[in-house]
């Protein structure tokens, strides 16, 4: 699956949701449903700058896909990260590197957050796609 056709499958999963309490709900229980990082990865090097609460993502390639798992202490941060990690996981550096990330306006995600989990949304999405210029850099 590509990174648009799984961006517009989170957009009609959100679209299904009257209110935001609803939305919130399900970003909880997409937290959960996170692939948990390795412990071992839970170290300094591995946070998210810029974000209120503790948030860990590690990515590892398998083959020529980027694969993340993340963690974090907060529930609602925790959803968020979940959801970009379905997104951008398993994909390619290059796909990672080139794609927009207008799905997050699309579902509304960025104006119901407050300004600094907003500004941890936009410290995420620049942390995987440094993995991803990282990675694409050994594939070269």
Not at 50 to 64: I, N, P, R, T
């Amino acid at each position: 699956m590509t990174i648009q056709e799984k961006q517009q499958e989170v957009v009609d999963e959100f679209s299904m949701f009257d209110d935001w309490m609803q939305r919130y709900e399900y970003m909880i229980e997409l937290g959960k449903s996170l692939p948990l990082i390795d412990d071992k990865y839970k170290i300094d090097e591995n946070l998210i700058k810029g974000c209120q609460s503790k948030v860990w993502v590690h990515a590892e390639l398998e083959g020529d896909q980027l694969v993340f798992t993340a963690d974090s202490d907060a529930i609602i941060t925790k959803g968020i990260v979940a959801i970009l990690i379905r997104v951008f996981s398993n994909q390619h550096p290059s796909q990672i590197i080139e794609a927009d990330t207008k799905f997050i306006d699309d579902i509304g995600l960025k104006e119901h957050l407050s300004p600094t989990r907003a500004n941890g949304l936009v410290s995420m999405i620049k942390q995987l796609k440094m993995y991803a210029v990282a990675y694409q850099t050994q594939l070269n």
